[in-house]
């Protein structure tokens, strides 16, 4: 079971660059999120979608945006990079009628932004 | 909006100690949830904790529901090398209009140098 899958795991982009981040589930859920992972900041919440063809904004959603392509596959969009975005990016999935259950988190992709 | 309290911030274990952590919110949770984040990795669900008082076990870790519905804790007794890593703790509401988690800030485990 593949679970949730990111690509890609390091990136290095220049100020100004674009890029997207693609995450894809293979658990059906309905429910997929971006977070991102900073010291000391713990995980916060980029954009979320509820389910397909649904996005939300989260705590943090400024210079990001995202697509919910399907129900496997939500992608984060970085339109003009800065250096404040190094960061660890998070994808996760849940299913919002198994709340023990709680998310599945993908491995993170490493942003580097010079 | 809503904001977790998760202490300590860091800890150093030597193995075969226990170790204990926390978590607080100001507001009411229905469900909390603690993570394991191996580094390099993303994070794992260890433990999920549904009812107010509730206890759970998972091998060496223990967690339990604080009975305000505010609070909840873990242990991990008889710590081994492998515990180390960063712990998260969660908190949702789960059947409210949003139903995202919540997350701490984390509580950081290394080795005793």
């Known amino acids: 079971n593949a679970g949730v899958t990111q690509t890609p795991k390091f990136q290095v982009l220049k100020t100004g660059q674009s890029m997207t981040l693609q995450c894809a589930q293979d658990m059906n859920h309905n429910s997929m999120y971006w977070y991102r992972q900073d010291p000391g900041m713990g995980l916060r919440l980029i954009y979320y979608s509820a389910s397909e063809g649904t996005t939300d904004k989260g705590e943090v959603p400024n210079g990001y945006n995202v697509s919910r392509l399907n129900k496997r596959e939500f992608s984060l969009r970085l339109e003009s990079a800065a250096p404040s975005q190094t960061s660890v990016y998070f994808c996760?999935?849940?299913?919002?009628?198994?709340?023990?259950?709680?998310?599945?988190f993908g491995s993170g992709t490493r942003l580097t932004v010079v | 909006g809503q904001q977790l309290n998760q202490s300590p911030q860091s800890m150093f274990i030597q193995e075969g100690e226990d170790v204990s952590m926390n978590c607080t919110s100001s507001?009411?949770?229905?469900?909390w949830l603690w993570y394991k984040q191996d580094p390099g990795e993303g994070p794992v669900l260890l433990i999920a904790l549904y009812k107010a008082g509730e206890l759970t076990s998972n091998g060496r870790l223990t967690a339990q529901f604080g009975i305000t519905r505010k609070d909840s804790f873990l242990n991990i007794s008889a710590s081994i090398p492998s515990d180390v890593g960063i712990y998260f703790c969660?908190?949702?509401?789960?059947?409210?209009?949003?139903?995202?988690?919540?997350f701490g800030k984390g509580t950081k485990l290394s080795v005793k140098p």
């Open positions: 996760a999935s849940s299913e919002r009628t198994d709340p023990l259950r709680g998310y599945t």
């Open positions: 507001s009411i949770f229905n469900t």
């Open positions: 969660a908190g949702s509401n789960y059947g409210g209009s949003q139903g995202n988690l919540i």
